[in-house]
């Protein structure tokens, strides 16, 4: 079947894969086995829901564009494992089971979906998303960029990583932007236990992402000076430097002290 077999919509965003030997390469990489369920966000033409058909238990594929669901209803009829639904994901009611989340999504929705999966009552264990790689770094922060307010708030529920680097010619049509799949995956052990999210939080937002400000004023609401001194050489960071120049594990020894 052609891959052209439906029109795509510029208003959403799509960027379909081409290669079936790459749906297939990302599907082995990601943490997918033949006892999951799996719900794909934006399935699109059906390449990496045709690869997870064949490795997971089953696949729940939310499309949002009407033709593209009709077209992948017709292609999956006699697959018992697959199941089409004609929806906005930020909409979708997520599985009280555990799941996984596997997903080209739409590059202008990458925050919202990712919002809703992290601030979900019952989160996925694991989701790999294909998505720009600007906003892959700003939620995955450092080693792979500095972190940010993004990175900071989701790193002590959900280890973050960019697991594949993609040419912009594996799409159709290709996209002005580097493409990559970030992985997120839901820390069994928090690092932050659930008495001290709200506080953690808002430790995180009133002393990071200032313009200007650097570590020490940052901090001095919060600390003396002389803590500063003292912390700066233990966690082994220059006072004088901006925020985003603190590690997530600098973060969270500062705010444990």
């Known amino acids: 079947m052609s891959r052209h077999w439906t029109p795509r919509r510029a208003d959403l965003s799509q960027h379909f894969l081409r290669s079936r030997s790459l ?25 990496l829901t045709r690869e997870l058909a064949r490795r997971c238990r089953e696949v729940v594929a939310v499309e949002f564009d009407g033709a593209l669901s009709e077209g992948l209803r017709k292609r999956f009829v006699s697959d018992s494992r697959v199941t089409i639904v004609n929806a906005d994901f930020l909409r979708f009611q997520l599985p009280d089971v555990p799941y996984k989340v596997l997903g080209n999504i739409p590059f202008n929705r990458t925050a919202a979906i990712i919002r809703r999966l992290v601030q979900a009552d019952s989160p996925p264990q694991d989701a ?8 892959a770094e700003r939620f995955a922060g450092s080693p792979f960029a500095r972190e940010t307010l993004s990175s900071l708030l989701l790193k002590p529920w959900w280890q973050i990583e960019i697991a594949r680097r993609f ?9 002005g932007v580097d493409v990559v799949a970030l992985w997120l995956a839901r820390r069994t052990r928090p690092l932050v236990d659930r008495y001290q999210a709200v506080d953690y939080r808002r430790f995180i937002q009133s002393c990071f992402g200032r313009d200007g ?39 969270l020894a500062l705010f444990r002290f």
Do not use: H, K, M, Y
């Open 213 to 251: 400000r650097s570590i020490r004023r940052c901090l001095r609401p919060r600390f003396t000076r002389t803590q500063i001194r003292r912390l700066s050489r233990d966690l082994r960071f220059d006072p004088c430097r901006p925020p985003s120049g603190l590690t997530f594990d600098q973060w």
């Open 167 to 175: 040419r912009r010619t594996d799409f159709d049509p290709p996209p």
């Open 128 to 135: 790999c998303l294909v998505i720009q790689r600007e906003a």
């Open 23 to 47: 749906a297939a390469s990302l599907i082995t990489q990601a943490p997918v086995n033949r006892s999951d369920l799996v719900v794909e966000i934006g399935p699109g033409r059906g390449i």
